[in-house]
């Protein structure tokens, strides 16, 4: 059961990796460098760096059309270099998308996701409420939201972790009942809890839907821990 739980643990932390730079490191550098903190740290910027924030933009524009798909873009750039674990780049990507866009909510899933990385779960979630302030109904903040409430509860096993985890999902769940990370992320905390019926019911959902984010670990795990 100890390796089914650490093995989950795992799981459920999917952004969790191994860095190319410490987080120690990161917040050193970051003191002098305005481009590794959320909205360049609200920092009063330079001439040069104005002129090179406007050549930005208008590159952008020109590239995608308007201010939102620019910012679109960017965000799934920073995704790419996030998934990649060159975390700095994925950072720089997430702030070019907030100077086109400050509204839009995915740049701050961005800013949460970078943090999560470096299990710096109060800074995550602060970003994520930032962006849910913007869109309440972002699938993905909620989900990845309710994802720092699984990890709480897998250290500390408090009920009030687990439930706030698991209204999060439900909620993302109805506004998206194709987001596959939603289902996949749901059937882990149910099978935490022992809910079988519920872990086999959000797997097959996901399974039916690609199946994407499931591990064949944790297919193992279900079988063995849920044996229909």
């Known amino acids: 059961m100890k390796y089914t739980i650490t093995c989950i643990l795992l799981l459920i932390t999917t952004l969790i990796f191994g860095q190319q730079i410490t987080y120690s490191n990161w917040k050193k550098e970051a003191k002098t460098e ?19 924030d406007q050549e930005l933009i208008k590159a952008y524009l020109e590239k995608a059309g308007t201010n939102r798909k620019a910012s679109d873009l960017l965000v799934k750039q920073g995704f ?26 995915d740049v701050f899933w961005g800013f949460g996701a970078i943090y999560f990385s470096f299990e710096d779960f109060e800074s995550a979630m602060q970003q ?22 699984m990890t709480r509860f897998m250290e500390n096993h408090g009920d009030k972790d687990f439930n706030l985890a698991i209204n ?20 882990v905390c149910y099978f935490v809890k022992k809910d079988c019926e519920n872990a086999w019911k959000y797997y097959n959902e996901c399974k039916k ?20």
């Open 128 to 149: 994520y409420d930032e962006g849910l302030k913007l869109n309440a109904n972002s699938s993905n903040i909620l989900t990845d939201k309710a994802t720092v409430y």
């Open 80 to 105: 790419d270099y996030l998934y990649k674990q060159d975390l700095k780049t994925a950072m720089y990507r997430f702030n070019q998308a907030w100077l086109l866009d400050s509204t839009n909510a």
């Open 168 to 187: 999060n999902f439900k909620k993302s769940y109805s506004i998206d009942p194709k987001n596959q990370n939603t289902l996949f992320k749901m059937s």
């Open 209 to 228: 839907l690609g199946g994407k984010p499931i591990t064949k670990e944790y297919t193992e795990a279900l079988t063995q821990g849920c044996k229909k």
């Open 34 to 52: 305005i481009r590794l903190l959320p909205k360049y740290g609200n920092a009063v910027k330079t001439k040069e760096q104005k002129t090179s």
